[in-house]
């Protein structure tokens, strides 16, 4: 597999081109860059397989080198510092991370996760989705990436009515009564979904406020009623907190 690195920090170009050397020998870095103008370059002239970006550079930033490119035949792998704003965009989009300073076991597992992905497959349609996320100045407006078998489908969050949790997977239920289920977790969506339209009402359940037609008690057990009808628990522990964020705007 061929790589490209883009960091404007040369430790940290030297650092991941040893680690990879080390931890993942069957990739080849083709091209480093200390700056997103001169990582375009690399880009353009080299068909690699994974992109190895930083996100706060100077001058241009990874999202600004991403938007500058007409399309995206390749993997990103974004190298970050934390920055809360940046990781929820990257995976609302399902794309993959690595928090500074690398952790060996999370970048052989994100390269492994990219080598099993066909490098053209569905790269173009996330990293679109990601550049209109950064560029949204409302939540409402966003579509969330959620990854299938064999897609990934982008959801606007208004189409969302509630998130089911079932073992380790998340069951989306959709206004058009389409159920769609992601083998994560519910709590990595409670992260992602804005709180100021989705509601945790219960341990197995988020819903959207929109779609909620009541709140409705009945003796001790507490419950919402949808706009199509569907009652969904609300836990006892959380009944005071779900009536207050929907007496909210």
């Known amino acids: 597999m061929k790589a490209a690195i883009i960091d404007d920090e040369l430790n940290n170009v030297n650092n991941l081109i040893s680690l990879l050397k080390q931890y993942c020998p069957f990739v080849n870095v083709v091209g480093t860059a200390l700056n997103s103008d ?25 999202f ?3 938007s500058e490119l007409s399309s995206y035949s390749f993997q990103v792998i974004f190298v970050t510092a934390f920055d809360s704003y940046a990781i929820r965009a990257i995976k609302f989009s399902a794309l993959d991370y690595l928090l500074k300073p690398i952790n060996v076991n999370d970048l052989i597992a994100s390269v492994k996760k990219a080598e099993r992905k066909n490098k053209k497959e569905f790269s173009d349609s996330q990293i679109r989705n990601l550049l209109t996320h950064i560029g949204e100045l409302s939540s409402e407006k966003e579509n969330i990436a959620l990854p299938l078998l064999n897609e990934i489908r982008f ?21 058009n009564g389409e159920k769609i289920v992601v083998s994560k977790g519910l709590y990595e969506y409670e992260e992602l979904l804005p709180d100021n339209m989705f509601i945790r009402c219960h341990q197995s359940y988020i819903v959207n406020k929109h779609f909620v037609k009541s709140l409705n008690k009945e003796g001790a057990i507490c419950y919402i009623q949808t706009t199509s009808e569907k009652n969904i628990p609300v836990s006892r522990a959380r009944k005071d907190f779900v009536k207050q964020k929907l007496m909210s705007k």
């Open 38 to 62: 001169e990582g375009k370059k690399i880009i353009q002239n080299n068909d690699i397989d994974i992109l190895f970006l930083d996100i706060q550079m100077p001058n241009k930033s990874g």
């Open 155 to 175: 959801i606007h969050i208004h189409e969302i009515v509630f998130c089911q949790s079932e073992n380790n997977y998340t069951i989306f239920n959709l206004a």
């Open 64 to 66: 600004d080198l991403l």
